[in-house]
């Protein structure tokens, strides 16, 4: 009879030779791989699952976007626990993840509705738990709005226009981001002389600043080509301006926060990048600054 010892002994041999015997047969671009290439594999990845996800349909991206929030929302308050904040996390995750699934079922009834529950459930919370403190309710309370309520904007978005416009207008607002980011790093590399804000972000300079903001502008344009969407070019530039800026500062929030509790990056989930909030931190801001303007605007009907 086989000990208990000998058995589990063979069973990782096993595998070790299961590892050496794919890591012989990995390409040898694939091994031992330099920063630059686990940065744009991993952005690969991202990017393939959020076109995917935009493109599939109401409910895959409202259960994305779910588990995006919940992920944020979680790293938001790992971050913040350093700096002797006690947030529930509990509440505040659970609560970031049913934004977007509200919206989806009530539109903005249904935000509305996950922000009292929210609210309810942390007085309750802070009534009965006498180690809460009010600071602690106020982080429970951010990290879930910050988080859940405004990428919730982007369902709200999708379900103003028919398929497959909705998911267009998704896409195309990831690609205004995407774009702002690109060229600030690029014109900023190239001809960034003047720091923007040294202390909070001492990458960023006012020439990438620009040009990120002119390439958001130029992007913004496509919306106006997009059926079922009353915007003209004037409007489109002007509210691709205000998402320009909204996505800086978020970017500039999110560098502030994890400066002030020594966090380089805000987790490890998407390797050479750093965690998903590191990556979402413009476009929570962009989703609410776009959803709100093209509401005012009357560019997209009203999801109520």
């Given at each position: 009879m086989v000990e208990p010892e000998a058995e589990a002994d063979a069973e990782r041999r096993r595998v070790e030779r299961l590892k050496s015997f794919a890591y012989q047969k990995t390409p040898s671009t694939f091994k031992n791989a330099s920063d630059l290439q686990?940065?744009?594999?991993?952005?690969?990845?991202?990017?393939?699952?959020?076109?995917?996800?935009?493109?599939?349909?109401?409910?895959?991206?409202?259960?994305?976007?779910?588990?995006?929030?919940?992920i944020c929302a979680a790293e938001f308050f790992y971050m913040l626990r350093s700096d002797a904040k006690m947030?529930?996390?509990?509440?505040?995750?659970?609560?970031?993840?049913?934004?977007?699934?509200?919206?989806?079922?009530?539109?903005?009834?249904?935000?509305?509705?996950?922000?009292?529950?929210?609210?309810?459930?942390?007085?309750?919370?802070?009534?009965?738990?006498?180690?809460?403190?009010?600071?602690?309710?106020?982080?429970?309370?951010?990290?879930?709005?910050?988080?859940?309520?405004?990428?919730?904007?982007?369902?709200?978005?999708?379900?103003?226009?028919?398929?497959?416009?909705?998911?267009?207008a998704v896409l195309l607002l990831f690609i205004t981001i995407w774009s702002n980011d690109v060229f600030a790093y690029l014109v900023g590399r190239r001809f960034g002389r003047h720091k923007m804000a040294p202390r909070t972000s001492p990458n960023k300079s006012w020439e990438g600043f620009v040009g990120g903001l002119a390439a958001c502008m130029a992007a913004w344009c496509g919306f106006a080509f997009i059926p079922g969407m009353s915007i003209t070019i004037v409007q489109a530039l002007f509210i691709g301006l205000a998402c320009g800026l909204a996505g800086v500062l978020g970017d500039l929030c999110e560098s502030r926060i994890k400066r002030s509790v020594g966090f380089k990056?805000?987790?490890?989930?998407?390797?050479?990048?750093?965690?998903?909030?590191?990556?979402?931190?413009?476009?929570?801001?962009?989703?609410?600054?776009?959803?709100?303007?093209?509401t005012i605007f009357r560019c997209i009907p009203l999801v109520r």
């Open positions: 686990i940065r744009t594999r991993t952005g690969v990845v991202y990017v393939a699952l959020c076109v995917a996800a935009m493109l599939a349909g109401d409910l895959p991206a409202m259960v994305f976007l779910a588990g995006v929030s919940a947030p529930n996390e509990w509440i505040g995750t659970v609560g970031a993840a049913m934004f977007p699934p509200a919206a989806y079922l009530w539109g903005l009834q249904g935000i509305m509705l996950v922000a009292m529950l929210l609210l309810a459930a942390l007085t309750v919370w802070y009534v009965f738990w006498n180690r809460a403190r009010m600071q602690d309710v106020g982080v429970s309370l951010l990290g879930a709005l910050y988080t859940g309520m405004q990428l919730s904007f982007i369902v709200l978005l999708r379900m103003a226009l028919p398929e497959p416009h909705g998911g267009t990056d805000s987790g490890t989930i998407m390797p050479g990048h750093g965690g998903l909030f590191d990556r979402c931190d413009s476009l929570m801001t962009t989703a609410t600054a776009a959803f709100a303007l093209l």
